[in-house]
Each structure stands twice: as structure tokens, then as C-alpha cells.
């Protein structure tokens, strides 16, 4: 990759000839002249300036192909120093914190008597979040829900799960009967939760797309949502402790499902199942550690789903 193009990433990435010019160890003058000089070569403008900085059409195709030869040069150093040894090396992997604290312990003890000179780093975040890093590189393969199909991005499905609804007993018993607590084992209508304290997804959760679907195709409003996480273990926590109700993945309530003091109730009329992805990049070539470890993680999820059937 040349030094004008390495420059011009900076540049998309930060959007501020300054900030690029500081990672850069170069002027802003300098900066500039190689965006300029990138210009003159693909005749077109790859910024505008005003009413601030940001990537034209032809920008946003420029940093995506060189993103992925960015991706594409470093694989390659990276596989040839491996070629000796693909029993050493590192990758990344990102997934929520909910699933990695489900996953992580066993896959990695396994993993590791396998592989003990393989280093991983763990990232977490919404299946947004991670296709965005996975797509500026800074992943090697993440675990998402219901992955975005147009991303160009290599999706390997494992598996589906389905969302429940959670409540505190006591919650319950102020707002509903015994009659309602036999129906709502068949699947509850979301209409009778219009009001009660509920936990909802943030914006950038795959969750909350399927949700808002949901709620918009029966006409459903929920008027009394508290607060806003993607984390389940935080949702059940707060249902836990009385304060609000809430929708959570059934695969990672799992270890919750026979507590005491919380109901879980399938959702009635949910159609949209939660697609499990293995996602990387097309682009990446996998070594034998890294094939490993995503066999063995496709391992781990279908033993869970399995066991919350």
C-alpha cells in the first residue's frame, strides 16, 4: 500500500487532517498533499469539506477497497510468518459479553489444550458494532445475530434461538391472575405489557430490530421502558431485583430458566427467530488455529441450543 494511501485511511478514519497528521508523525500540510495528490490520480473528489469533513461517494468506495487490502497485505505477512508453526499466532474474536461469559470458559479450555501458544483477544459489542470492526479490520471473526446480509461479509449460520419475555413472580402477582399465568405459558401478548416497567435493547442491538418489527406489526406500544441495555445479564438482574420486566434471548437465560423467582414466558405471534452467525471476512485466510477455534465454537453453540430446547 503506498503512503498516499495509508494516509487517506487516516483520514477517513479520524475525519480530521490534524488528527490523521498526529497518528502520522507528519504537518497537516503534508496530510493534505497526499489527499490532494490522490485526487489528481483518480480524478474525483474523495472529501468534502464543508459544512464538515466527510467521504464522498468515490471516498466511501476508495476506503472500503482499501480496507480490504489493508486486510488482504496484513493476512498475508501474518500467514507466511505462521506457514512454519500454524500452532502459534493470534487472532480476535468479538461476541456480547452475555455470550462470551456462557462460552468463553469451556471453549477456551478446550481450546488451549489444543493450542497453547495461540494468543485470542475477546471484544464485545452489538452485532452492529462488530460487523462496523470486522469491516475496518480491527476483528478477525465475531458471533452475531442476524448478521446484516449485504455487508459482503462471510456468514455461517450455526443456529436459531427465540426470545422470551421475563417478570419478576412478584411483578406478576400485582399485575396479573393465576388465569393469566396459564395463558401466558402458551405465549404472551406484549399488548398486556404496555404499561409494565420494562428493560428494552439499545438501537444498535440486532434485538431491537426484531422487536420494533414485532411490536409495529400488532400495534403494540410499550409505554413504560426504564432503560436501555443489550446486556441480558443486566436485564435479568433488574428482573431479578423487582424493577423491571424484560425480552431476552432464551440460549442465554438459560441459566436462569429454573430460578425461583422469575417467570419466562415464550412471546405469542414472534416470527422472527434469532439467526446465530459465525461471521468473518471473505477476504481473511484462515490458518489451522483459527479453522479450530471456529469449529470448536460452532461446537459450544449448538450444545447450548441444544439444552434450551
Given at each position: 500500500m503506498t503512503q498516499n494511501q495509508k494516509i487517506f485511511l487516516l483520514v477517513a478514519e479520524t475525519l480530521s487532517i490534524s488528527k490523521a497528521a498526529k497518528r502520522a508523525f507528519v504537518t497537516q500540510q503534508c496530510v493534505s498533499d497526499h489527499i490532494k495528490?490522490?485526487?489528481?490520480?483518480?480524478?474525483?473528489?474523495?472529501?468534502?469539506?464543508?459544512?464538515?469533513?466527510?467521504?464522498?461517494?468515490?471516498?466511501?468506495?476508495?476506503?472500503?477497497?482499501?480496507?480490504?487490502?489493508?486486510?488482504?497485505?496484513?493476512?498475508?505477512?501474518?500467514?507466511?510468518?505462521?506457514?512454519s508453526n500454524e500452532r502459534k499466532g493470534s487472532f480476535s474474536v468479538g461476541m456480547s459479553t452475555t455470550r462470551s461469559k456462557l462460552l468463553i470458559p469451556l471453549l477456551?479450555?478446550?481450546?488451549?489444550?489444543?493450542?497453547?501458544?495461540?494468543?485470542?483477544?475477546?471484544?464485545?459489542?452489538?452485532?452492529?458494532?462488530?460487523?462496523?470492526?470486522?469491516?475496518?479490520?480491527?476483528?478477525?471473526?465475531?458471533?452475531?445475530?442476524?448478521?446484516?446480509?449485504?455487508?459482503?461479509l462471510h456468514i455461517e449460520h450455526v443456529c436459531e434461538d427465540y426470545l422470551y419475555l421475563v417478570i419478576n413472580k412478584k411483578m406478576f402477582i400485582n399485575n396479573f391472575s393465576q388465569y393469566d399465568l396459564k395463558n401466558f405459558r402458551k405465549g404472551v401478548d406484549l399488548k398486556y405489557f404496555q404499561n409494565i416497567p420494562m428493560t428494552f435493547y439499545n438501537e444498535t442491538g440486532a434485538l431491537n430490530t426484531l422487536l420494533q418489527q414485532h411490536l409495529i406489526t400488532h400495534g403494540?406500544?410499550?409505554?413504560?421502558?426504564?432503560?436501555?441495555?443489550?446486556?441480558c445479564d443486566?436485564?435479568?438482574?433488574?428482573?431479578?431485583?423487582?424493577?423491571?420486566?424484560?425480552?431476552?434471548?432464551?440460549?442465554?437465560?438459560?441459566?436462569?430458566l429454573q430460578n425461583d423467582e422469575i417467570y419466562f414466558f415464550p412471546i405469542k405471534d414472534f416470527n422472527y427467530p434469532l439467526r446465530v452467525d459465525i461471521v468473518s471476512n471473505p477476504y481473511l485466510e484462515k490458518p489451522l488455529y483459527l479453522k479450530a477455534f471456529i469449529s470448536l465454537l460452532k461446537e459450544e453453540l449448538l450444545?447450548?441450543?441444544?439444552?434450551t430446547l
Open positions: 495528490r490522490m485526487e489528481e490520480e483518480y480524478g474525483t473528489k474523495l472529501f468534502h469539506r464543508n459544512p464538515y469533513m466527510h467521504l464522498t461517494p468515490a471516498g466511501e468506495v476508495v476506503f472500503n477497497s482499501l480496507n480490504n487490502i489493508e486486510m488482504i497485505e496484513k493476512n498475508l505477512m501474518k500467514s507466511i510468518s505462521d506457514f477456551l479450555k478446550r481450546y488451549h489444550e489444543l493450542f497453547p501458544n495461540v494468543e485470542i483477544s475477546f471484544f464485545s459489542g452489538d452485532t452492529k458494532i462488530l460487523e462496523k470492526n470486522l469491516l475496518h479490520n480491527k476483528l478477525d471473526i465475531f458471533l452475531g445475530i442476524n448478521t446484516s446480509l449485504n455487508l459482503g403494540i406500544e410499550l409505554n413504560n421502558v426504564v432503560c436501555h441495555t443489550s446486556e443486566v436485564q435479568i438482574d433488574l428482573c431479578l431485583n423487582n424493577v423491571t420486566s424484560a425480552i431476552v434471548p432464551r440460549m442465554l437465560a438459560n441459566n436462569f450444545e447450548f441450543s441444544n439444552n
